[in-house]
C-alpha cells in the first residue's frame, strides 16, 4: 500500500512538473515590445551599493556612467587622442593664471530621474557629500578644496593645488551630481541601492549576484541619446559560462572578460559580430631596482632585460596576435603618447649579453619573477620571457602566487621582478605619472624608483594646462623612464566586445566610458 | 535522555564549535598576505594616506587580539560585521545569497537521495551481476569527475546539441517576476505564476544533476555496501527460513538495518554538497553563498569570509542535528 502511494505521488508531482513545463513552451509569447530587452553578459560583479560617490568597483563604473552624467565625457567612438566634451558642463572650465580655480558653465534645462532640476547647488552638494560618506573614489577628487555656488547654472572649484589632470578625474562617475532631493527622501541606504541621476539610464531592479536592470528615461535631456532598449547587466561568475552563452544566444552581448583563447571560436561564430575596445590596459614587465643584492639594480642588467624581450613574439604565440606591443611607459593610451621603449628595439641577444658582460657578468645572471596565478596570459607568458630571457644569459626563475597573496607582496615590494598589469584610472597621462613615475607614488616607491628629474616633471606636467607643454614634459618623462628601464611594457591589452546579429548601435569605447544608449536589437527573425 | 534535552544539548555545543572554527579561519585569514584594503584597490590605486584611512575605518590598524575581542563579542551579539567590499553588513549579504544556495542544495538533495539510495539498494539486490556492475561503474565515475567539469561539460553539450535548457543564472529576468524569499521556485509558486515557476524550474536542471549527481555518487556506494552487508546477516537467512518473501524480508529486516548508516553519511555529505555548491555556483552564475564566499577569499574579505563559515558550520550542524533525530524514526531503538 505504501508503495502505491509512493508511485502515485511520484506521478502526481511529475504531471505537475510536465504541465508547467508545457505550460512554458507552448503558451502563445507575448507580442514583441516596443521596447526591448537587452541583455548584456558581464563578470564584474555589482555590490549593493550603487552610490557614485562610494562605490569604485569596475562594474559599477560602468553602470554609473549611463545612470549618471559626470561634467565631461570621452565622446563615444573617439579615444583620448580628442577632446574631452562637455556633458553636464555646458563649456570647458576658465581655470585661474594659479591655476587653483575652475570656473564651469553647466547646462540648463537638465532633470534629474526623480524630475527635480540640475543646478549649481546639486553639483556643491554632489561634491561636498563625497568627504561624509565612505568614499573609494573621493581620492580621484583630492585635490578640490571647496566648491562655490557663482550662480544658477555655474560652478567655482577651488583647488588646494594646480591639477590639469582634474579635468580627466570629472570624466568618473564619482564626479557625477546625484539628486540632492532623492539623498534626503529616500535616505542613504536606500539610495544606495537605487541611486539617482541625470543620466540616459535610471536603475529599475538590482537582483544581487545574478542582474541589474535598467530602464530608459525618456525625460534625458540630450534626446538623441535617450537609449532604445531596456538593459539588463547579467552578472556571470565565469567566464567560460558567458561565452557558452553568448553562443547559445541566452544573452545578447559579451561586454568583457571574455578570455582571449575563446577569441578564435567565437570570431568564427556566424551569428556573431564584435568591436575593439580600448581598454587602456597593458601588460608590463616591472624590474625592481631596491633588492639588496639583485643585478636589476644595475640599469645595464635591466636595459639587457629589455633588449631580450620580444614583445611580437609574445603576442603572436599567446595571444594569437589579437594583442599588439606597446612601446610607451606611461600606459595610457593616446595622451601623449611616445614610445620611448623602442629604444630597445629590435630584439638584440648580442646586446643584451654585451651589456650583462659590462655590468660584470659574463656568465649571465639569475633572477626571479613573480606572478599572479590568474593573471592574463599567465602562466604562458612568463614561460615565453623565461625562454626569451634565457637567450641572452638571464636565467629566470618563475614564481607564481595567488592573486590576493600577488597583489599584497607586490605593494610591499618584496618582488625582484614580476609581470602584472597598469591601467589609468581617470583619462590624463598624471593618472598613471604620478604612480609610477613620481618618486612619491606607490608603484614608483614599491621598485625604489628615486629621479628628481622625473619627480620635477609630474609636478610641471600636472601644474600646466597647455597641451604643447605638457606633451613635451610627458615625452620627457617616458624618455627618462625608457633609459632607467624599469618598466618594460609587452602588450596592449583590447578587449573584444561579441554581441549577437540582431544587435545594433555597437560603438568601439575607451574604458570604462561605455556608451551603451547607442543600443539597439531587433526581434530576430523565427 | 528525553529528546527535548538532547536537542538543547546539541545546540549547546554548536557554539563552542563555531567559536573554534572562527578563531581559526580569523587565524588564517590574518596570518595570509593581503587584507582587503590592498585587495580591493589592486596592485596601484590608493595613497597611503587612503590606505592608511581604510583600514581605520575597518578597525584592521588595531592590534589583532583587540580585533579578535571585538568581533568575537559582536559574534555573540548576532553581528558578523561589515563587509568592506560589498559595503553593507555580513548579516544583509548572507540572508540575501542565502535562499539561493538553499534552493539548489535543498533540490541537489531531493535527487540525491532517492536516486543515490536506490540505485545502491537496486545494485545490492542484483550483487554480482551485469545491473551492478553498471550502477557501481557509473558511481564510480560520476564521484571521480569534479563537479565543476562535469558542469562546464554539461553546458557545453546543452549548447552543442542546442537543447532549450538554461545553462546559468537562476531565472530569465522575466519581468515582473516575483523576489520574494529568493527561492524562485516558491516565489512563483506563492505569486501564482506557472511560467515563472517553470523558468525557475528549468534553471535548476543542470546545476541540480551536477551537485545531486556527485552525492548521489557516493551514497549510492555506501547504500550498495550497507545494504549487502546486512543481507549477509543471520537473522536474513533465519527471517527467510520462517517463510518470509523475498520483499518482506528484505523491507522489514534488511532495509531498516541498512539505513541507519546510510542517514548517518547523508548528514555527512551535508557538508560535501554545500562544498560542491560553492563550485556548482560559480560554474552556472548561481546567485548563492558559495558564490559569495569565492567573491570574499578574492579580496580578503575578512568578515565575509568568517560570516560564511558560520553560516556553513551551523547549516551543518543543523542537518546533522535532524539526521541525529531521525535515527529514532528508523530505528525504534534509539530513545532520548
Known amino acids: 500500500m505504501k508503495k502505491t502511494y509512493t508511485i502515485l505521488a511520484a506521478v502526481v508531482i511529475l504531471v505537475i512538473l510536465a504541465i508547467s513545463v508545457g505550460f512554458y513552451y507552448s503558451a502563445p509569447k507575448p507580442s514583441p515590445r516596443v521596447v526591448q530587452t537587452l541583455v548584456l553578459g558581464t563578470t564584474l560583479d555589482v555590490t549593493p551599493n550603487l552610490d557614485p560617490g562610494q562605490n569604485y568597483l569596475t562594474g559599477v563604473l560602468n553602470l554609473n556612467n549611463i545612470v549618471f552624467d559626470p561634467l565631461y565625457e570621452v565622446p563615444p567612438g573617439m579615444f583620448p587622442k580628442a577632446y574631452l566634451a562637455p556633458r553636464l558642463a555646458a ?76 579635468k580627466g578625474s570629472l570624466t568618473m562617475p564619482v564626479a557625477g551630481p546625484v539628486s540632492p ?84 571560436s567565437l570570431l568564427s561564430d556566424p551569428n556573431l559580430k564584435h568591436v575593439v575596445v580600448a581598454e587602456g590596459y597593458y601588460q608590463l614587465l616591472t624590474l625592481n631596482m631596491g633588492i639588496p643584492g639583485s643585478p636589476l639594480r644595475d640599469v645595464r642588467v635591466r636595459q639587457a632585460v629589455a633588449y631580450s624581450i620580444d614583445q611580437d613574439e609574445i603576442s603572436r604565440k599567446v595571444y594569437q596576435g589579437i594583442y599588439s606591443a606597446a612601446n610607451d611607459s606611461l600606459f595610457i593610451e ?55 630571457l634565457a637567450r ?26 614580476a609581470v602584472g598589469t597598469m591601467s589609468a584610472d581617470y583619462l590624463d597621462a598624471d593618472s598613471t605619472a604620478s604612480f609610477i613615475a613620481a ?54 591589452v583590447l578587449d573584444l566586445w561579441f554581441y549577437r546579429n540582431n544587435i545594433s548601435g555597437v560603438q568601439g569605447y575607451y574604458f570604462q566610458y561605455s556608451p551603451w544608449w547607442t543600443l539597439d536589437k531587433s526581434v530576430p527573425a523565427s | 535522555m528525553r529528546l527535548r534535552t538532547y536537542i538543547l544539548m546539541r545546540l549547546l555545543l554548536t557554539i563552542p564549535m563555531v567559536l573554534i572554527l572562527v578563531t581559526v579561519v580569523f587565524i588564517i585569514m590574518r596570518v595570509m598576505p593581503g587584507d582587503p584594503v590592498v585587495a580591493l584597490l589592486g596592485s596601484k590605486a590608493g595613497s597611503e594616506e587612503q ?115 538554461p545553462i546559468s ?45 556527485t552525492m548521489a555518487a557516493s551514497l549510492s556506494k555506501i547504500a550498495r555496501t550497507n545494504v549487502v552487508d546486512v543481507l549477509g546477516e543471520e537473522y536474513i537467512k533465519v527471517a527467510s527460513l520462517k517463510g518470509c518473501s523475498e520483499d518482506q524480508v528484505f523491507q522489514k529486516h534488511a532495509l531498516p538495518n541498512a539505513l541507519i548508516p546510510i542517514l548517518t553519511y547523508t548528514g ?49 550542524s543543523a542537518a546533522n542535528l535532524i539526521v541525529d533525530i531521525s535515527y529514532s524514526i528508523v530505528d525504534p531503538r534509539v530513545r532520548f
Open chain 1, 91 to 166: 563649456g570647458d572650465p576658465v581655470v585661474s593664471a594659479d591655476g587653483l580655480h575652475w570656473t564651469i558653465p553647466l547646462r540648463q534645462g537638465v532633470k534629474f530621474q526623480d524630475g527635480t532640476a540640475f543646478n549649481a547647488t546639486a553639483v556643491k552638494y554632489s561634491f561636498d557629500r563625497l568627504s561624509t560618506v565612505k568614499s573609494y573614489g573621493a581620492w580621484l577628487l583630492a585635490s578640490v578644496n571647496s566648491v562655490d555656488v557663482v550662480d544658477t547654472y555655474t560652478v567655482r572649484l577651488n583647488l588646494k593645488f594646480p591639477n590639469a589632470a582634474l
Open chain 1, 181 to 264: 532631493s532623492a539623498v534626503q527622501r529616500m535616505g542613504l541606504d536606500a539610495f544606495q541601492k537605487t541611486p539617482i541621476g541625470t543620466g540616459p539610464y535610471k536603475y529599475v531592479e538590482w537582483v544581487p549576484g545574478d542582474h541589474v536592470t535598467m530602464a530608459p528615461y525618456t525625460g534625458y535631456w540630450n534626446q538623441s541619446r535617450v537609449p532604445k532598449v531596456i538593459l539588463v547587466y547579467k552578472i556571470f561568475a565565469d567566464s567560460a559560462t558567458m561565452k557558452l552563452a553568448i553562443q547559445k544566444g541566452e544573452i545578447d552581448s559579451a561586454w568583457d572578460n571574455i578570455r582571449y583563447s575563446d577569441y578564435p
Open chain 1, 334 to 388: 593616446g595622451q601623449y603618447p611616445k614610445p620611448s621603449l623602442l629604444m630597445y628595439k629590435p630584439t638584440n641577444v648580442a646586446k643584451a649579453k654585451q651589456l650583462l658582460t659590462d655590468a660584470g657578468y659574463p656568465n649571465g645572471v639569475d633572477v626571479t619573477i613573480w606572478f599572479a596565478g590568474g593573471a592574463i596570459g599567465a602562466p604562458d607568458v612568463e614561460a615565453l620571457i623565461q625562454e626569451q
Open chain 1, 392 to 417: 641572452s644569459g638571464i636565467r629566470a626563475k618563475l614564481q607564481s602566487q595567488e592573486t590576493g597573496t600577488w597583489y599584497a607582496r607586490f605593494r610591499a615590494g618584496e618582488f625582484e621582478s
Open chain 1, 439 to 492: 618618486s612619491t607614488g606607490s608603484y614608483a616607491k614599491r621598485v625604489r624608483l628615486n629621479d628628481t628629474m622625473i619627480d620635477q616633471l609630474v609636478i610641471q606636467g600636472v601644474a600646466t594646462t597647455d597641451p604643447a607643454q605638457r606633451t613635451k614634459i610627458y615625452g620627457d618623462i617616458q624618455d627618462r623612464l625608457a633609459a632607467l628601464c624599469v618598466y618594460v611594457p609587452l602588450i596592449h
Open chain 2, 51 to 165: 590606505i592608511a584611512l581604510l583600514r581605520h575605518q575597518l578597525g584592521l590598524d588595531k592590534p589583532v587580539y583587540i580585533q579578535y575581542l571585538e568581533y568575537m563579542g559582536n559574534l555573540l551579539r548576532g553581528d558578523l560585521g561589515y563587509s568592506l567590499v560589498r559595503q553593507d553588513s555580513v548579516v544583509t549579504e548572507l540572508a540575501t545569497y542565502l535562499p539561493a544556495t538553499l534552493e539548489l542544495t535543498f533540490c541537489s538533495a531531493l535527487l540525491a537521495i532517492p536516486l543515490g539510495v536506490y540505485s545502491g539498494i537496486f545494485a545490492a539486490r542484483h550483487a554480482g551481476g551485469k545491473l551492478d556492475a553498471s550502477i557501481r561503474i557509473g558511481a564510480l565515475v560520476r564521484w571521480c569527475i569534479p563537479v565543476f567539469w562535469f558542469g562546464l561539460a554539461l553546458q557545453i553539450l546543452v549548447v552543442q546539441t542546442g537543447a532549450a535548457l
Open chain 2, 169 to 213: 543564472g537562476q531565472s530569465s529576468q522575466m519581468e515582473g517576476a516575483a523576489h520574494v524569499t529568493g527561492m524562485y521556485v516558491i516565489d512563483a509558486i506563492l505569486a501564482g505564476d506557472p511560467r515563472a515557476l517553470a523558468d525557475a524550474l528549468l534553471h535548476l536542471v543542470l546545476p541540480v544533476i551536477t551537485l545531486g549527481t
Open chain 2, 268 to 316: 555527512l555529505q551535508v557538508a560535501v554538497l554545500l562544498q560542491g555548491a560553492v563550485l556548482t555556483e560559480s560554474v552556472f552564475s548561481w546567485p548563492g553563498v558559495g558564490r559569495l564566499l569565492l567573491f570574499a577569499v578574492g579580496y580578503r574579505d575578512f568578515n565575509l569570509i568568517q560570516g560564511c563559515v558560520v553560516l556553513f558550520a551551523l547549516l551543518v
